[in-house]
């Protein structure tokens, strides 16, 4: 079996059009969505991710400001410009590219955010939402991958879910996701004991651990759906992800590349959460 491959750029552009559509909808109306992206830092993966969300806001129309600010910013100074933009009608959507530096609280930038304008869905509002089941702006790297899912028709309510991973960013939303869509889900860690005895039995398998390669293809389900988070560069300069992709793909049913998964499909779901919080900011 060679498992068949989830382009997760082609469907990221799908979907991007699906939602050009609404934020074309939005700008008949005089409404045109803005996106407020801030950097603190000189971090060079950092850059490279907030010019490519610049980039996937001019391709469906959403206006975007990019705010870069000194590394040895206050934490008032940053705090201060959240209230501004808070406050800015013409910005929907407000994101703080993380990790920000250590004298600033990560934790107090992303309580600053309004939750009406968290694009990330990191605000504790939102992620009560979540818990909830009612979310209106899902984190976007799980909410990307649940729209990898549906894309491929691969069934979710009934099956057994793995997520390895509890980061708040990517595996307690994901558990959460899939949970609502009446799977039933385990919880692993990289620490889990005999993580290959609950891997294998997977049929939805995420993974999203920042540990190179970890997941071999002997530690799964023939069959699976494997979904691989990860994005981690060897040291000669290969990008891989948390799944051996050359054993897993000789055993999973589906399974991500990377790069070309999940990635194209976050900062899709970025620009999707933007014009769903302009949508509903004329509500």
């Known amino acids: 079996m060679t498992a068949k491959i989830i382009d997760g750029k082609t469907i990221a552009q799908e979907v991007r059009a699906e939602w050009k559509v609404r934020a074309d909808a939005l700008k008949a109306r005089g409404i045109t969505p803005g996106l407020a992206v801030i950097i603190v830092g000189e971090d060079a993966a950092s850059r490279i991710y907030v010019g490519n969300k610049v980039k996937a806001c001019a391709e469906l129309g959403i206006h975007s400001e990019h705010i870069a600010l000194p590394a040895d910013t206050p934490e008032t100074a940053l705090l201060a410009k959240i209230a501004e933009l808070n406050a800015n009608t013409a910005i ?7 990790p920000v530096p250590k004298h600033i609280d990560s934790n107090k930038v992303l309580e600053a955010i309004s939750p009406r304008k968290d694009v990330d869905g990191f605000h504790p509002q939102n992620v009560g939402a979540l818990v909830a089941g009612n979310a209106a ?24 879910a793995v997520v390895v991973g509890r980061s708040n960013i990517v595996g307690k939303p994901m558990a959460l996701m ?18 290959a005895h609950h891997t294998r039995d997977a049929d939805i398998l995420v993974v999203a651990t920042g540990k190179p390669q970890m997941i071999t293809g002997d530690m799964i389900k023939p069959g699976a759906a494997v979904i691989d988070v990860g994005i981690n560069r060897l040291p000669g300069g290969k990008l891989v992800g948390d799944v051996d992709f050359d054993s897993a793909k000789e055993v999973a049913g589906y399974i991500t590349p990377v790069p070309g998964g999940v990635g194209p499909m976050t900062i899709t779901m970025l620009m999707a959460n933007t014009v769903q919080a302009a949508e509903r900011a004329i509500k």
């Open 178 to 195: 899939l949970l609502h869509k009446n799977a039933t889900v385990t919880i692993c860690t990289s620490r889990t004991s005999d993580l």
């Open 137 to 160: 702006l899902p984190p976007c790297t799980p909410y990307g991958a649940m729209n990898l899912l549906e894309k491929m028709g691969i069934e979710i309510e009934g099956k057994h």
């Open 92 to 98: 929907h959507g407000i994101l703080v590219q993380l």
